[in-house]
């Protein structure tokens, strides 16, 4: 860690601040649950919660978005400090109760976004080394989508999307006032 980076907390969660150029402030909030965490049964229940939780996002004057990798799901903002509060206002409820109405729908737009994306023969790499387990799942399609209930995605959030989970990282010359996670 260099010396610029400070460590602090925000409602419990570890927090890193580095100093931003600019007004504009670049936050996000990682949580340490990805695909590799999944079974072949729930593959694809990490990004599902990510969709889900980020559904209530309009279009705004700032940029904002979320990932879903092997080892985390990041959620992630840039923009004015009430942008940033603004977004993770919205983010950190939808967790907590998921709009489930929602769940056929953002099924389906995972399932475009499966069929738009390249496989070609590197994309079952993890598969051939991994088996359908683990890092393997990343090569799996989110196969698992189709079984997965209202009820097992909202069990999935509130054990993984959980605070001891979670690491908030803040570039700008300060935490924004009335940032609550």
């Known amino acids: 860690v260099t010396p610029d980076v400070a460590w602090t907390e925000v409602d419990g969660v570890t927090t890193l601040r580095a100093p931003g150029r600019g007004t504009r402030i670049k936050a996000g909030l990682f949580f340490r649950v990805g695909c590799a965490d999944e079974t072949l049964a729930t593959a694809g229940i990490t990004h599902l919660v990510e969709h889900l939780a980020l559904h209530q996002?309009?279009?705004g004057d700032y940029h904002y978005n979320g990932a879903t990798a092997d080892l985390y799901t990041h959620f992630h903002v840039e923009?004015?400090?009430d942008h940033v509060v603004e977004y993770f206002d919205s983010v950190c409820p939808s967790l907590h109760d998921l709009p489930v109405h929602r769940l056929e729908t953002e099924k389906e737009i995972l399932r475009t976004e499966r069929a738009g994306r390249g496989g070609g023969p590197a994309a079952q790499i993890p598969l051939l080394r991994y088996g359908a387990q683990g890092y393997g799942l990343s090569?799996?399609?989110e196969m698992g989508l189709p079984g997965i209930s209202a009820e097992r995605v909202n069990r999935w959030a509130k054990s993984h999307f959980t605070r001891d989970k979670a690491v908030l990282w803040v570039?700008?010359?300060?935490?924004p006032e009335g940032l609550r996670l």
Do not use: I, W
């Open 57 to 59: 996002q309009g279009v």
């Open 79 to 81: 923009g004015s400090a």
């Open 139 to 141: 090569a799996c399609q």
């Open 171 to 175: 570039v700008g010359d300060a935490v």
